[in-house]
């Protein structure tokens, strides 16, 4: 559908008018039901385009929300539905929204997340327990290790 303004030839009133397509012909007035124009609406230069915040930069404390505030937590609220939305059109926006395991330590650069494979060095390290003394390979005495 293209939405274009049209003006009357003999009543001047203005109005806009979905078409179905470009070579659609043009409507009559809905006033006067005379011959309209096609009119150039004009164009707008230099706006800019907002996905708005992203998940990680909406507050996450009471102290970035004004204390409990009800305007703030009014805004961030209108915020997060709009990015929701955005994210139902858009689910490349969304980013990863699994769950955070762990997010220290060894996962300080890299935050464990639900269904990530736990790694072998953190395994052993995270309370595996070691193997016991029967299980280890035996050194025999003209042997080097």
């Known amino acids: ?3 274009n303004h049209y003006r009357c030839t003999v009543c001047e009133a203005r109005f806009e008018h ?3 397509h470009m070579t659609a012909p ?6 006067c039901d005379a ?3 096609k009119v150039f609406n004009g164009v707008n230069i230099g706006g800019r385009a907002s996905t708005g915040p992203s998940r990680e930069e909406m507050p996450s404390s009471w102290r970035a929300l004004g204390g409990g505030d009800k305007e703030v937590i009014a805004g961030w609220r209108e915020r997060a539905i709009a ?3 955005l994210e ?4 490349e926006l969304a980013g990863d929204r699994r769950p955070v395991l762990a997010h220290e330590g060894i996962f300080a650069g890299t935050p464990l997340r639900a269904g990530d494979p736990f790694p ?3 395994a052993q390290g995270a309370g595996a327990s070691p193997k016991p003394e029967s299980a280890r390979p035996e050194s025999k005495p003209g042997n080097a290790v």
């Open 120 to 122: 072998g060095a953190a």
């Open 83 to 85: 990015r929701d939305r």
């Open 26 to 31: 043009p409507p009559a007035c809905p006033r």
């Open 35 to 37: 011959a309209v124009r």
């Open 18 to 20: 979905a078409l179905p």
């Open 1 to 3: 559908m293209i939405l």
């Open 88 to 91: 139902e059109r858009h689910p």
